[in-house]
């Protein structure tokens, strides 16, 4: 990317912080997402402001050439190498005094780094490390899914997004974990979507997230909370600009990212595809939560058409995400 591209990006970002930091700046005439052009590509890009007052980078990339789709793919491919269960350095660290001194002399040669690892794991209370070992054993189980890695990549930085992730130049032994959290720490969460796909109704459009997950840093720091719903939105409010309809994901074992969409969304808004009848037999036996889950879906999801998607995953319309992520924009803008 070019000097120019670069200060051309950066000022269509200061444009759209100045425009929400605004105290004129109504709802209706701000829009708060930015496009930036790389390549001829289009980036979309956004920004919030926590209520922990961290400021989340919003990006939205295609993946348009080999390059780009190798960079993700390590990415991926080395966030499951240090995450997977019973071998990751991640989850081991937390699984015994022993494993967690060999890791920290191991795989570190940066100092700073191998004690601010050392600190977050320390940190963790006995009684959740397994809890905390468990989760990030996960995260390279969901890291796109391991079927592709998608027509476009949706992520959160902790970096103000001026064009295409900066991917490092030379490959990262898998030796080296200090390496890794280096390359690849302005990443906080990322979720890859598989578009262009037509509705039966041959008009509409939809499109597919799978993995999302967080980076295994953020997880151990426990920053940028709450971010994974706004990921979604964000992801959504562009796809609706980009012309789709719907957005469908199966969170399947993710309860919590299961939990937080069904209560996020109304039935004239989303449809909870096989997750209903699994309320249906929660509620016969008298589980509270399911019962709540049923009493928003009275008409058995019909309301935005499912059927035109897929009947198993979960459907929410791009207009209801857009209505979500514009909403926490102004609210946190004010």
């Not at 000022?11 to 100045?18: G, R, S």
């Not at 993946?63 to 990415?75: A, L, P, V």
């Not at 970096?159 to 720490?185: H, N, S, V």
Request: net charge positive.
């Amino acid at each position: 990317m070019s000097i120019f591209s670069k200060i051309k990006a950066l000022a269509v970002v200061i444009v759209l912080m100045a425009e929400s930091l605004s105290p004129s700046s109504s709802s209706s005439s701000s829009s708060p997402i930015a496009e930036i052009s790389v390549d001829g590509q289009k980036i979309y890009t956004s920004f919030l402001k926590l209520r922990s007052g961290e400021i989340a980078y919003f990006g939205f990339e295609p993946i348009y050439n080999t390059e780009r789709s190798k960079g993700w793919r390590d990415y991926c491919n080395s966030t499951t190498h240090h995450t997977r269960p019973t071998r990751g350095c991640f989850p081991l660290a937390c699984h015994s005094a022993e494993l967690f001194q060999q890791i920290t002399k191991t795989f570190f040669t940066d100092v700073s780094l191998a004690d601010e690892f050392s600190t977050l794991v320390k940190n963790i209370p006995d009684s959740k490390k397994q809890a905390m070992e468990n989760a990030l054993g996960q995260c390279g189980n969901v890291s796109f899914m391991h079927t592709g890695i998608g027509d476009y990549i949706v992520y959160i930085s902790k970096k103000t997004i001026l064009g295409l992730y900066p991917f490092p130049k030379d490959e990262i032994p898998d030796q080296r974990l200090d390496q890794y959290i280096k390359a690849y720490d302005h990443i906080v969460m990322s979720v890859s979507a598989f578009g262009d796909r037509l509705c039966i109704n041959k008009t509409d459009k939809y499109y597919e997230h799978r993995g999302i997950s967080r980076n295994p840093m953020s997880m151990l720091r426990k920053d940028y909370q709450g971010v994974g719903l706004l990921l979604h939105a964000f992801a959504g409010a562009v796809s609706q600009k980009r012309g789709y309809t719907y957005m469908t994901v199966n969170p399947d074992l993710n309860i919590y990212m299961t939990d937080l969409l069904l209560n996020a969304f109304d039935e004239s808004e989303m449809s909870p595809g096989h997750f209903l009848p699994r309320a249906e037999k929660a509620a016969l036996k008298g589980d509270e939560h399911a019962k709540r889950i049923l009493a928003k879906f009275p008409n058995k999801d019909k309301n935005v058409h499912a059927d035109q998607c897929s009947h198993t995953f979960i459907v929410i319309t791009t207009e209801a995400l857009k209505r979500k992520f514009v909403g926490a924009y102004q609210q946190r803008s004010q």
